[in-house]
């Protein structure tokens, strides 16, 4: 069988830089104890790596009671981020620069009045948190998550509205495009547009999307709650019904390969190396 890897393969940037700072703690080990608020990446396997390497998961902060909490690449509500600091606890802050980015523009556009549009999933940790970063002391700041177009149609905005719009950093361009032209139909005073999706993701997502027309079958390896491994799995199956996300080897079928010659392979951005190693030696021996 042969296999063509996708030229962007393995961790992001930012996945990789968090991933390190966490390592890095636990190697040290001066902080007397290191949890992860919520899973660090969304790969389980990763995570169960990091777990016995000493970095326990933890659903919110109440039964913490030392040490330090690891902030995830996604960012986190700065009402949690007080709350952690207020319980004495230290904070390894490895928010992604592009997250940054995007809450920094959330956070301004709320500050000068402008109704905050995200256009992204309200149930990712990233959006949660960045809801958080639009500010309400006057009581008037407004912030919408909405998933597509669809959802532009329900939205209280006036034409004395002023709004800004950002995307999840994982979004594809092609939904983002699309809600903001729904916005604009609705003429807004007016309308400033943030694209705030990050490279690596735009451009994993376009080799895809060329990888999946070139081969017979499309592996995407990644963790099923990972947002841009679910993004590349759309975008393969658009191109090429016989796509499939695995989260690791074992998920890998036989029948799959049948009658096929080439097999494309391309991973989320929080899949680790030798988890992609190990699906490319099971594709080896069908
Ligand atoms: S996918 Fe992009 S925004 Fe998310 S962690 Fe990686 S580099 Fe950062």
Known sequence: MRIKLSER????FGVRRAVAMAERALEENRLGGICSLGPIIHNKEAVRDLAIKGLKVRKDIGKIKGGAVVVSSHGLSPKIKRAISKKGLKVIDTTCPFVLNAQRIAKRMGEEGYVVVIAGDANHPEIKALVDFVPDASGA??????????????????????VGVVAQTTQSTQNFLDVVKAIADKKPRELRVFNTICNDAEERQRLASCLAREVDLMLIVGGKNSANTKRLFEV????????????????????WFAGKGLVGVISGASTPEWIIKKVVSKIKIQ
Not at 152 to 158: M, T
């Open 9 to 12: 393969i393995g961790f992001c």
């Open 141 to 162: 700041a407004k912030v919408f998550v909405v998933k597509d177009k669809r959802k532009i149609g329900a939205l209280k905005i006036s034409h004395e509205d002023k």
């Open 236 to 255: 393969c199956k658009m191109a090429l019904k016989d796509s499939y996300l695995v989260e690791t080897d074992k998920a890998v079928r036989r029948g």
